[in-house]
């Protein structure tokens, strides 16, 4: 299983909520496909389709704050590959096999038990976690059988929709599109289901989840992330180092309690801000560019700080909800 883990690792590493949107999406239908192409086509869809088993994980499981945050994995505890029971419905094995008709879709591949309560997972489920069934359909009318991955995956992400529905979380239609727009860029989702071989249902699930369980890390996360700070503007005449009144009301936004405005000096020199400024003339009526660099780099730092303890904390909150979980897989493609 680690294998796997270190896999939808690497994987994550190129991919981020912000490229899962692009603004030229394909809107072809694979049914639609025809010519000598077809088949590169329909494969390059399932690769984009894979990639959403990877974008979900993020959007779930992290909600990832912004482009080149830290994407934290937790390993499932118990997990195992266990052997086929007899006379277990839950469990299959498909010895050999890498693909399943039509007719077996409905194969429990999978089971996870939370809270005493066991859900079987089917193949149909486990494929329809990444993409449409019309797109993961071979030419031969067969299917690909999962991963352990997509099982993981689907178990992962309903531990944490529960949890949020004990607590009393919910969203809206609003906050669902308001979900969207932040982190893919569109609300609509026929455009997104499009570049991800995904039907708009599927997608409109997807976004529906993502929400909820961003509201429940909002809720048991302590560490908030402050605003992303502005780059100050290079100063039209090329004078770093003359004090102007516009940087002087840009470092004293980010500085904070650091200063003292009516003292006009420092409040106190234990603080990062004073650490890297107090080489620089700074004052409530200016501060050079050269100084407004610097307390932007500082804001930098500290929003990165701050993404990483909320990574942490989120982890570890999720690392306890998954204490007493256990999942168990069928014989799956790793």
């Known amino acids: 299983m680690a294998q796997s883990h270190d896999k939808e690792r690497d994987d994550a590493q190129e991919v ?68 086929p029971v007899p006379g ?28 005493g309560n066991e859900t079987v997972v089917t193949v149909r489920e486990a494929i329809e976690e990444g993409m449409s069934l019309e ?23 309903n531990f944490l929709l529960a949890d949020a ?16 727009k932040e982190v893919w860029k569109t609300d609509d989702f026929a455009v997104i289901a499009a570049s991800y071989s995904m039907t708009k249902e599927q997608v409109a699930n997807l976004m529906k989840e993502s929400a909820t369980i961003k509201k429940l890390r909002d809720q048991v996360v302590a560490s908030k992330l402050p605003a992303e700070p502005k780059e100050p503007a290079a100063p039209a005449d090329g004078k770093n180092d003359d004090m102007k009144p516009e940087y002087g009301e840009y470092v004293m936004g980010l500085v904070g309690d650091e200063w003292n405005k009516d003292g006009n000096t420092w409040a106190r020199e234990d603080g990062p801000y004073h650490e890297e400024l107090k080489n620089y003339t700074i004052s409530n009526d200016g501060a050079t560019y050269s100084a407004a660099m610097a307390a932007y780099k500082v804001a930098q730092t500290q929003r990165a700080a701050a993404e990483q303890q909320i990574s942490t904390e989120w982890t570890n909150y999720v690392n306890k909800i998954l204490s007493d979980v256990t999942v168990q897989l069928g014989t799956l493609v790793a």
Do not use: H, W
């Open 16 to 83: 981020t909520p912000r490229d899962a949107a692009p603004e030229n999406a394909p809107t072809e239908s694979p049914k639609r496909m025809a010519g000598p192409d077809r088949r590169v086509r329909l494969e390059q869809q399932k690769r984009r389709a894979r990639r959403i088993n990877v974008i979900r994980t993020i959007l779930l499981m992290i909600v990832a704050f912004a482009v080149g945050c830290a994407v934290s994995f937790f390993v499932l505890p118990r997990t195992s590959v266990p052997a």
């Open 88 to 115: 277990t419905k839950s469990l299959v094995s498909l010895p050999g096999r890498v693909t399943v008709t039509e007719e077996e879709l409905d194969t429990p591949i999978g089971t996870y038990t939370y809270k």
């Open 135 to 157: 797109a993961a359909r071979n030419a031969d009318g067969t299917y690909d059988i999962p991963s352990a991955d997509a099982v993981l995956s689907i178990a992962r992400n």
């Open 165 to 180: 529905q004990e607590r009393g979380i919910t969203v809206t239609d609003q906050d669902v599109s308001a979900y969207a």
